[in-house]
């Protein structure tokens, strides 16, 4: 049970009385109101019809939701803690700097410029300073010639914070460690892969290079591998000359070899 002050310990002992609940039961309220900054409350009390949810000044909601009676004493126990809360020391003040303070950084830096939380990690802004508590445990960073003008933390449930200055982003992890153990480096992910080496853009006026393929031997099979009583079929030649043709287009030989080679094949038929 979270600890009271006796002043705070009066007002429940009083309102356990006055609503014939237990001390447990009401100190189950006293905290999910607080919880709720004293205007509002989701609460689980088996006493009060188990789950539920209180709006100072708006609607009351309980388990059993035709049971005007009960809705009644859930609106009028919260309205009391609410007034005990803003008019009572109920709990005992925390310790500047300790973690269930809401003054968590170090005394000697003073009042904030801006304060705030996001997920795990707290922090605040200070004259050249940034205080920042994760876990427990609070780290004072220098913040140098930056004047921070917002803070943010990164999405994947890492630890990483980044603030806003005059000079752009930059990662807190960057700057100087006054006090503390310092933020847990964020791991490093490059999902870039290297694009294939794009070929050249022809430039205008230029024709793009060739490169010719390898001179190929057309001479005749030899004697051994020709077919028998013809040393050199008509169809054979004929198809010679027809890829010699092809490559005489496609610039792998000029007219002179390609007339030269066709007179060659021709002789033979």
């Known amino acids: ?3 009271l002050t006796p002043a705070g310990q009066n007002v429940v002992d009083d309102l356990a009385r006055r609503y014939n609940l237990s001390q447990n039961a009401v100190m ?4 999910a109101v607080n919880q709720g900054g004293g205007f509002m409350a989701q609460f ?5 019809g188990g789950g539920g949810q209180w709006m100072r000044g708006g609607m009351t909601m309980v388990g059993d939701m035709f049971n005007h009676g009960l809705k009644n004493t859930v609106d009028n126990l919260c309205n009391d803690l609410s007034n005990a809360l803003a008019n009572t020391q109920m709990f005992p003040v925390a310790p500047p700097g300790s973690r269930n303070s809401n003054q ?3 005394g000697d830096l003073g009042s904030p410029f801006s304060s705030g939380g996001q997920n795990n990690i707290r922090y605040a802004v200070f004259p050249q300073r940034l205080a920042v508590e994760l876990n427990g445990q609070v780290t004072v960073y220098d913040t140098l ?3 921070i003008g917002g803070v943010s933390q990164q999405q994947g449930g890492d630890s990483s914070l980044s603030f806003s200055s005059q000079f752009g982003t930059v990662l807190v992890n960057s700057l100087p460690i006054v006090t503390g153990p310092g933020l847990p480096q964020a791991p490093q992910h490059n999902f870039a892969t290297p694009a294939p080496p794009m070929a050249p853009e022809p430039q205008p006026g230029v024709l793009p290079s060739w490169n010719p393929p390898p001179q190929q031997n057309f001479d005749p099979p030899p004697v051994s591998a020709q077919r028998s009583g013809n040393a050199s079929s008509s169809d054979d030649l004929i198809s010679l000359i027809e890829k010699l043709a092809r490559l ?3 610039g792998a030989l000029t007219d002179q070899e390609f007339n030269a080679k066709k007179s060659e094949l021709l002789g033979r038929l």
């Open 1 to 3: 049970m979270q600890q």
């Open 28 to 31: 189950e309220m006293l905290v």
């Open 104 to 106: 968590w950084w170090p």
């Open 44 to 48: 689980w009390c088996g006493e009060l």
């Open 145 to 147: 010639d930056h004047s």
């Open 248 to 250: 005489r287009d496609a």
